[in-house]
């Protein structure tokens, strides 16, 4: 057998780790097709015709416990085939637990737990240790295996320094089956020494195994579909149309003085009742702003998750679409294949394009976790997103502005606008750089609907409870906090003053943050003040996905340099270890789409913002080549589109497993997080896309603006209930990672240092002593 023809076969426990097996199983078998299923994807009866096509099955890592059969699925049942169905097994972690139990073997709870934590692994140097020398090794679990010495297993390796330890197994082999299996992860960032060595050794034997058994195995004539070989970087298209990109009218020119603000201004941001969409960077890399000059044709674009149809309109059609053998995602990317353009200038991130923001639930419903949230037609969108086609960017590096418009002869529009840009310029009538004191929030009295702090300890402890059972290794914890403002004058829509515009100001004063933006996107407005870039994707041909993930805050105040900042964050056991969790999830993520190339950037460098130091990561991945290149059949940066939908929500903001982590977060939280933990941003009809992590950021749905097709088939825009009884509420969504080391009141301050940076806007304080 060649082997180009040969197949692994990797099963995957619904862990968030299990991509970036695969891709170290490429390293160690470049020519090998690998086939990923589920644990619970098939039963025993169904799996076994295909496994004479497999030369050896890879068990991954997984949450939970391998004698709880909802966890472990099939799993266990492969340690038992018989001789005829037989072949070469290598476990991870919950795979090694799975072996060692299904042997005999008593797998119990670790005295001290080890997630995201690197050990010295000593081993016998045989099998799959064969010329290898020293190990560190990443541990990502709460259990591990107590062997007796009469259950047919060997331990290759184990760890020296647990606590209250001895040896903990890190790695068995069975005695004559050719089973082998590590408790360390191999496939983790930061394992030196047993990774690609192990796997490489493990391939080897499993080799061996097969020619000297003369196991023969069988070509994948018609066997039909068992897991798509990875990667799969496409998901079908139901109708892939040729269609031909438009060209970017653009005019470019200097004015050093308008600003962004006044630009919003100018264009109308003042007339609370229109959408209004301005995204910019406030502290680095703080260069360019993107303005939305949306008029009433301006299309926009609204789903609720469980919907069948999106909702859309523009002008005053409005319309339900009915996505039929589309989902969202699809139906997008192909409204995005119908909406290319080309030859605008090549350094501006944006020429027009979908701004807008999809919830955390949008996320959730993609991992395929039923939702407790509020049903289709009780909700605001999860993905709202408006079709810019004429815009404003501007480099705030040289003040040029670039007037851009992707509709076929706008050349008048470009010449009125700047005009009217120019005038504003010229006369200097309005002092556009507002100063701090000049925001005009008119002051209202606000009642602040903080969490309960004896109930989010209790939940810190709850989730430490689920983090000692092994069904999560991390934790991001998040709580709501309410914000009703008494404003009379707000009652009624204002076409001349917007207190969520001035509200917004004022927050970019007071959080100048690198991810700001406004969004009024009724019935949903947001002020965004984000640290943490989800993911970018730039133009292709040969586009990089780069993901940027926190974890780890450190507040700003007297006495916390940066020396100190790098001492408390990178020096820590614990802080590294949540952002290792996370680098690795997203590692996973990206391998998921891209296939093997992907790397982290940057490793747990200290960063600084206006109110905390925060711990950062940079990975960035690209394209097997020509599966990104410019495509007539699908849309410019569909394969950024594609990351986005697999990989949401951000893992910084659920923990590792993901799905496993986000099922226990919605038993740990009152309500849903809906914009909070979402992401906000753009994708571009050239085909980047840049979308941040809505966090430090605000969030109110105004139901007079409830956008439902009326009777006559035009948006509602007033309420059924007396308009003068509107209350304004805002909501500010804040939390942290909880780890097995978290402290819960060090937990619970850090997520009010994150509240706080935004609480500040309604002129809020957390009072002392919470
Ligand atoms: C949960 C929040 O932030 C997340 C959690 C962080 C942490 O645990 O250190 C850091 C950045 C975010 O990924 C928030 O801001 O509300
Ligand atoms: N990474 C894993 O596979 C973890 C296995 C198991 N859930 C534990 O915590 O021990």
């Known amino acids: 057998m060649s082997p180009a023809s040969e197949r692994i076969l990797l099963v995957d426990s619904y862990d968030s780790f299990t991509f970036n097996l695969a891709s170290l199983c490429r390293r160690a078998a470049p020519a090998c097709q690998i086939h990923i299923i589920k644990n619970d994807q098939l039963t025993l009866p169904e799996l076994l015709p295909f496994l004479r096509c497999f030369s050896a099955i890879i068990v991954g890592p997984g949450p939970g416990s391998p004698d709880v059969s909802k966890d472990i699925g099939i799993v266990k049942h492969l340690w038992k085939l018989d001789d005829c169905h037989l072949l070469p097994i290598f476990g991870v972690c919950l795979g090694l637990q799975s072996l060692a139990t299904e042997h005999g073997v008593s797998v119990s709870r670790l005295p001290v737990v ?39 297993l060997e331990v290759l390796a184990w760890a020296s320094d647990d606590a209250g330890h001895d040896k903990t197994v890190m790695a068995l082999k069975h005695i004559n089956r050719p089973f082998w299996a590590v408790q360390y992860h191999p496939e983790s960032v930061l394992t030196q020494g047993g990774g690609i060595e192990v796997m490489l050794n493990f391939w080897r034997l499993a080799r061996l195994w097969n ?69 910019e960077s406030l502290s680095q890399p703080a260069r360019y702003s993107i303005i939305g000059c949306l008029d009433s044709a301006s299309a926009r674009i609204r789903y609720s998750i469980g919907d069948t149809f999106l909702q859309f309109q523009m002008g005053d059609s409005f319309s339900q679409i009915q996505l039929g053998s589309h989902d969202i995602w699809s139906w997008t990317s192909a409204f995005m294949n119908e909406h290319k353009a080309c030859s605008g200038t090549s350094n501006i991130p944006f ?143 204002s076409r001349t003053y917007s207190s969520s515009w001035e509200r917004y100001k004022h927050l970019r004063e007071l959080n100048p943050a690198p991810h700001s933006g406004y969004l009024r996107l009724h019935p949903t407005t947001i002020l965004a003040s984000s640290p943490e870039r989800f993911l970018s994707f730039s133009r292709p041909p040969r586009s990089t996905y780069q993901l940027r993930p926190i974890k780890g805050t450190v507040r700003k105040g007297p006495g916390i340099t940066r020396a100190v900042a790098e001492q408390v964050l990178r ?61 007539s059949r699908r849309a410019n940066g569909a394969l950024g589109w594609e990351v986005l939908r697999r990989s949401l929500p951000p893992g910084s903001m659920t923990g590792a497993p993901k799905k496993r982590s986000v099922e226990i977060l919605q038993t740990l939280e009152d309500s849903e997080r809906n914009v909070y933990s979402g992401v906000f941003g753009y994708w571009c009809v050239g085909g980047g896309g840049d979308w941040s992590v809505t966090i430090r950021s605000c969030f109110k749905h105004d139901d007079r603006y409830n956008c439902q097709p009326s009777s006559k088939g035009t948006p509602s825009t007033s309420s059924s209930t007396d308009p003068d009884a509107h209350v304004e509420e805002w909501v500010v969504g804040a939390g942290g990672a909880i780890t097995a080391l978290s402290d819960p009141q060090a937990e619970w301050e850090e997520m009010t240092i994150k509240l706080q940076s935004v609480l500040r806007v309604f002129g809020a304080a957390i009072p002392r002593g919470n």
């Open 351 to 493: 020429w027009g394009g979908l701004i807008g923001y999809l919830s955390y639930e949008i996320g959730v419903e993609s991992l395929g976790v039923p939702s407790t949230a509020p049903p289709a037609d009780k909700r605001h969108p999860d993905m709202n997103l408006v079709f810019v086609e004429r815009s404003i960017v501007l480099d705030n590096e040289t003040d040029t502005v670039y007037l851009q418009s992707i509709i076929d002869g706008d050349e008048e529009w470009l010449i009125e606008t700047a005009g009217r840009l120019k005038l504003t310029e010229d006369t200097s009538s309005y002092s556009y750089n507002i100063a701090p004191s000049s925001t005009k929030v008119r002051s209202t009295t606000s009642t602040v609907i903080l969490p309960d702090k004896d109930v989010y300890v209790s939940r810190i402890n709850i989730a430490k409870e689920h983090l000692y059972a092994g069904d999560s290794y991390e934790l991001c914890l998040t709580a709501n906090t309410r914000v009703v403002l008494d404003d009379p004058l707000t009652s009624k829509p």
């Open 211 to 279: 020619a000297t058994r003369g196991r023969r195995i069988h070509p994948w004539n018609n066997m039909g579909n068992l897991g798509t070989p990875w990667p799969n970087p496409y998901p079908p298209l139901a109708s892939i149309h040729t269609t031909f990109p438009r060209a970017v009218l653009t005019s470019a020119f200097h004015l050093p003085s308008i600003g962004a603000v006044g630009i919003c201004e100018l264009l109308g941001v003042k007339d609370e009742s229109s959408p209004f969409v301005m995204l």
């Open 571 to 631: 020096g820590s056991v614990k802080e590294v270890a949540e952002n290792l969790m996370i680098v690795d999830l997203i590692r996973h993520d990206l391998h998921n789409v891209v296939g093997e190339d992907v790397e982290v950037k940057q490793f747990c460098t200290v960063e600084e913002y206006k109110t905390v130091w925060q711990l950062v990561s940079v990975i960035e991945g690209q394209a097997a080549d020509g599966t990104d290149e410019l495509d």
């Open 114 to 152: 080890k997630h995201g934590q690197v050990s010295i692994v000593e081993h016998t140097g045989t099998d799959i240790f064969k010329d290898v020398g020293m190990v560190e090794a990443v541990r990502y679990h709460s259990l591990h295996a107590e062997l007796k010495g009469d259950e047919g």
